[in-house]
């Protein structure tokens, strides 16, 4: 998790075979309490144990593994995977943003919803760092600029997917 005032590296505290994106956008409260957090981003007098986290000062939340696939039969959903570059906190985020069919990747980037939006095949860059994921939930009012991005053959965006909907597990 990347917030405006440091990493942490913790698990969430949210039901099993919750999405990460549904954790995030699930919670009826301001803050996202972190179980034990591996890297405290603050120092003293902070130390090991659980943590409250206001949701506001979140930027993105990054899973640390890969969810196991799930199985079983689900309502599919006809999406467009539209490249989209974003300015979130630091860090210059490219990634793919699902939107209906004939939607406008801006337009879904900005309205009004759950404040967590899903990216995928994103890399992510900040002074002296880089890092590419296969997901992000990026926090939509932590998002200064959005701009489309040209398609690329190269790069699987930009074309129409079968999205799965439905819990998938989180980690």
Known sequence: MRTTFGTFEASLTC???MRTLDAVNQLS????????PVVPALGPPFGPGRLA????????????ET????SGSRPRCRFWQS???????????????????????L?????????????TSVVARASGSEFEAPFLAV?????????????????PVGRAADVETGPVPAS
């Open 83 to 105: 490249p989209v570059a974003l300015r979130v906190g630091e860090f210059i985020v490219e990634g793919s943003v699902h939107v209906p069919i004939g939607g406008d990747p």
């Open 29 to 36: 409260s301001s803050v996202v309490i972190l179980r034990a």
């Open 139 to 155: 926090n939509r009012f932590q998002i200064a600029a959005a701009q489309k991005l040209p398609e690329r053959e190269e790069n």
């Open 15 to 17: 039901s099993a075979g």
């Open 107 to 119: 337009l879904r980037i900005h309205q009004s919803g759950p404040a967590f939006l899903a990216l």
């Open 53 to 64: 986290i206001v949701k506001s000062s979140i930027l993105f939340v990054q899973e640390l």
């Open 67 to 70: 969810p196991p696939a799930t």
